[in-house]
């Protein structure tokens, strides 16, 4: 099934990245409008389109990759914490990149980790977020896909504080709110999920019975 987009400004991607383009369930808790959900998903799409984030990282290195220059964002006494980053993370890809990395000779206890299908299907599974807000930025007349990708460049390679000045402060003074169930039913919007196809197995020889001796 195709994916279904929630604004037309929104670029469209191929449908072989796993990325989602809204949110999880109709009932998440997520708020994509939160300020600090929007100052996690610059960063997160930033490091993505640098290249800095990799399959197989553990997920405090992930944390500190991503909140290592949070600070420009001059939003005092509040800190992203992993929770938050995570959040937006599981609400991006339509799998769970949460894996448990066991003991190994180079890993000497448990941790958690994050594994990707595909880096891409972060940075696409961001962009419905980033869109959301973006799109009441922009004036009618501008809303469409050219003109998303090339804001979306911009947030990604503009020095941070201007990307705060130009699109964060901005955006956290919409009082934007969402209504997801209502948004869910209005939109046909559905779970989107990874379909695994399961592993097929050849049907065993038929058994023989023999007396027990």
């Not at 099934?1 to 999880?24: C, F, G, S, V, W």
């Not at 290195?61 to 600070?71: G, K």
């Not at 209005?186 to 001796?213: A, V």
């Amino acid at each position: 099934m195709q994916r279904l987009y929630l604004n037309k400004a929104q670029p469209r991607r191929d449908e072989k990245y796993l990325h989602r383009t809204h949110i999880k369930k109709p009932d998440a808790r997520y708020n994509p409008t939160d300020p600090l959900n929007i100052a996690t998903q610059i960063l997160i799409y930033r490091a993505c389109r640098e290249g800095q984030i990799i399959s197989g990282c553990t997920i405090e290195d992930f944390h500190r990759l991503v909140t290592w220059d949070f600070d420009e964002f001059n939003i005092v006494g509040d800190v992203i914490s992993k929770k938050r980053v995570g959040d937006c993370v599981v609400n991006a890809v339509i799998y769970n990149p949460r894996v448990l990395k066991g003991l190994t000779k180079t890993n000497h206890k448990n941790r958690m980790i994050y594994v990707f299908d595909d880096v891409l299907d972060l940075q696409y599974g961001l962009e419905w977020m980033i869109c959301l807000w973006l799109y009441k930025l922009e004036p009618e007349d501008s809303r469409n896909q050219e003109v998303f990708e090339d804001l979306l460049t911009e947030i990604a390679t503009l020095p941070l504080s201007e990307v705060r000045e130009n699109y964060f402060t901005p955006a956290t003074q919409l009082g934007l709110y969402i209504h997801w169930p209502h948004l869910w039913e209005k939109l046909g919007l559905y779970r989107q999920e990874k379909f695994i196809q399961p592993e097929e197995k050849p049907k065993p020889p038929k058994p023989t019975l023999s007396p027990l001796e």
